[in-house]
Every structure is written in C-alpha cells, then in structure tokens.
C-alpha cells in the first residue's frame, strides 16, 4: 500500500543551522509533492509545490529538492531562527487524479538559541 | 487573503449526540475536504466533495457524514457521537490541479477541538 514517512522524532537544531527534513514514499510516481507548515493547535499551512520534472525549488530560505528515482523529497530550512519551529508536512496526491492530498505524519522541528 | 472558516473551535458533547461541524470558504473553490489529526497518526481524509451535492469518502468515512448543498458550504456531521472521535477536525479546500499552477494546494482552517465525554 502507498506509504508516506517522515521521521516522527523532533528535529532540535542551533539557531542559524540549516535544518535538513526528509519524506520518503513508497508505491506511487506523484506528478508533485508539497510541503506545510504547522503550528501547534492550527490548520496548516502550504509552502512550497515541487513537481516529477523539477530537481530543486527555493522560496526565500526555503529549499526542496525531489528525487523521484529515491522517492524521497527533502526540506531545508537555512539560517534557522527559533520563529521556524513548528511541525513541517509533507503531502503527495497518491491518486493521480489531482483531487486530493495525503499527508505525512509530519516532523517537529524545534529551533534553539 | 483567502480564508476557510470553521464555525466552531472547541466542542464538547456526550456520546450519542448529533454533532455538527460547519465550514465556510470564501475563494469559490469546487473542492472542500474534512480530515480528523490525531497524535501519531497524523492527517487523515474523512470524506472530500468536488462539486456541490457531490461527496467521495476518504481513508475513514465510517461513523461520519458530509452534507454540500452549497458551493461555499461544507459540513460534517456525526449521526452518533462516539470517545473515539475525540479530535482536531480540520476543513480545507482547493481547486482542481488543473485550474491552476499551484496544483492542488490546500487551504486549511483552523481546526475544531472535538471532545466526547
């Protein structure tokens, strides 16, 4: 069956790091991937999209790359600061049809000073 | 800025109770989508609509309904609260991957805190 893994342990890094999160997926050739942010108790929120044909997107101190061959997408954050804490998702439409996402369990990033 | 509204945010109800949860969007989006998180488990899909009147059922429909009569509208209804359906429901929408070149980005609101005693 489709499976989506993120590393279910809190992610604790130095403020200015750069924090490094992994998805991996099995079973499915997404035509995209997306990250969320979320913080505790609120909806989340979409960062970044990055599709089959791109290897790498940036937004500000935001980056993703998407290898489809490892399945596996990861998620950068560079210079890190503390407001970055927050638990990061990622999502895959597993059907084809465009409809609808289905999310990773997500990994708790907890940035220090 | 766009924005999906659910109505209430923390509920408590007893077991057998009818429970409604009500969802607004405000960006003429076709799709809307119920999902419950729970610790560990992560977000899952309970039922998603594509069109008004028109309903799918996600990863764990059993127990819930969904009712779209209105493009803009999207409710989830428990016919029978139960404990095990304490949780976070959050509503989201989107438009179809085509109709933009985001793909499918989701809108979430903010959560509704459920808890059946």
């Known amino acids: 069956s489709q499976k989506i893994e993120q590393n279910s342990e809190a992610l604790n890094i130095q403020e200015g790091k750069t924090a490094t999160l992994t998805c991996n997926y099995t079973?499915?050739?997404?035509?995209?991937l997306q990250w969320y942010r979320q913080d505790p108790g609120r909806g989340p929120v979409f960062l970044l999209l990055i599709r089959e044909n791109e290897k790498e997107k940036r937004k500000e101190r935001l980056k993703v790359t998407f290898d489809t061959t490892l399945k596996q997408s990861l998620f950068h954050i560079t210079a890190s600061q503390p407001a970055d804490s927050a638990t990061y998702l990622c999502a895959l439409d597993i059907t084809g049809g465009g409809n609808k996402l289905t999310f990773g369990t997500g990994t708790q990033l907890k940035v220090e000073l | 800025d766009v924005k999906v509204t659910q109505s209430s945010r923390y509920l408590v109800k007893r077991t057998g109770e009818k429970v409604f949860l009500e969802c607004v969007q405000d960006?003429?989006?076709?799709?809307m989508f119920w999902y419950r998180q729970d610790p560990g488990l992560g977000l899952r899909l309970i039922y998603f609509?594509?069109?008004?009147?028109?309903?799918e059922k996600g990863d764990i429909p059993e127990g819930y309904s969904v009712s779209r009569e209105k493009k803009e509208r999207f409710s989830l209804i428990l016919e029978s609260a139960s404990t095990n359906q304490t949780s976070m429901y959050l509503c989201?929408?989107?438009?179809?991957?085509?109709?933009?070149?985001?793909?499918?980005?989701?809108?979430f609101g903010e959560g509704s805190w459920l808890t059946v005693v």
């Open positions: 989201a929408s989107s438009s179809p991957s085509g109709a933009s070149s985001s793909g499918n980005t989701i809108y």
């Open positions: 960006m003429d989006h076709e799709n």
């Open positions: 609509s594509y069109d008004v009147k028109m309903k």
């Open positions: 079973n499915y050739s997404p035509a995209y």
